[in-house]
T-cell receptor, first 111, second 115 residues
Framework: SQQGEEDPQALSIQEGENATMNCSYK?????LQWYRQNSGRGLVHLIL?????REKHSGRLRVTLDTSKKSSSLLITASRAADTASYFC???????????FGTGTRLKVLA | KAGVTQTPRYLIKTRGQQVTLSCSPI?????VSWYQQTPGQGLQFLFE???????NKGNFPGRFSGRQFSNSRSEMNVSTLELGDSALYLC??????????????FGSGTQLSVL
């Protein structure tokens, strides 16, 4: 399977703490994207990082990419209860018109 | 700008029946993708359409089919339903690519339960 893997599978932290989740993928990429999914709903795009970038920021989000290790990490700083959701990485493949999603990390932020 | 609309939101069917799910993409988006999400398998790619043409299909049996209309709206159909088809079916649209460097916009999904 080409599906990426994320760890941890689940993460529980206190409000105000930072949350880090990691994604490993198997094939070469053009870009890697991160999405958030609130329970039972659709996914929302968070950030895209291209293969020639090493780090990207968006508000409280920081994404890093290490193509040599085929891995990426998403850091959410100063977490809030509203950040409680599942987070997925996704690798895009323009040649096949599909995205391969990771297994997801369930984040719970306790107030 | 209206988001991606999926109908119905919930469906309950019995084994052997067939079902049709509908997706209206964001206005101007021509690529529509479908994904199946289950707790055990995560998000699995079903198919992608662009300008009424299927450009790719995932590893699903022929019971799963889809189409796209000239207004970019898309439908997917599952025939002869099995218990294992119970899942959240997600539709996503993008301007062109469906798998390149565009972000996907997802609908809220259709939760299908097969009894």
């Amino acid at each position: 399977s080409q599906q990426g893997e994320e760890d941890p599978q689940a993460l529980s932290i206190q409000e105000g703490e930072n949350a880090t989740m990691n994604c490993s993928y198997k094939t070469s990429i053009n870009n890697l994207q991160w999405y958030r999914q609130n329970s039972g709903r659709g996914l929302v795009h968070l950030i895209l990082i291209r293969s020639n970038e090493r780090e990207k920021h968006s508000g409280r989000l920081r994404v890093t990419l290490d193509t040599s290790k085929k891995s990426s990490s998403l850091l959410i700083t100063a977490s809030r209860a509203a950040d409680t959701a599942s987070y997925f990485c996704a690798q895009g493949d323009s040649g096949t018109y599909k995205y391969i999603f990771g297994t997801g990390t369930r984040l719970k932020v306790l107030a | 700008k209206a988001g991606v609309t999926q109908t119905p939101r919930y469906l309950i069917k019995t084994r052997g029946q067939q079902v049709t799910l509908s997706c209206s993409p964001i206005s101007g988006h021509r690529s529509v993708s479908w994904y199946q999400q289950t707790p055990g398998q995560g998000l699995q790619f079903l198919f992608e359409y662009f300008s009424e043409t299927q450009r790719n299909k995932g590893n699903f049996p022929g019971r799963f089919s889809g189409r796209q209309f000239s207004n970019s709206r898309s439908e997917m159909n599952v025939s002869t339903l099995e218990l294992g088809d119970s899942a959240l079916y997600l539709c996503a649209s993008s301007y062109e690519s469906g798998g390149g460097d565009e972000k996907l916009f997802f609908g809220s999904g259709t939760q299908l339960s097969v009894l």
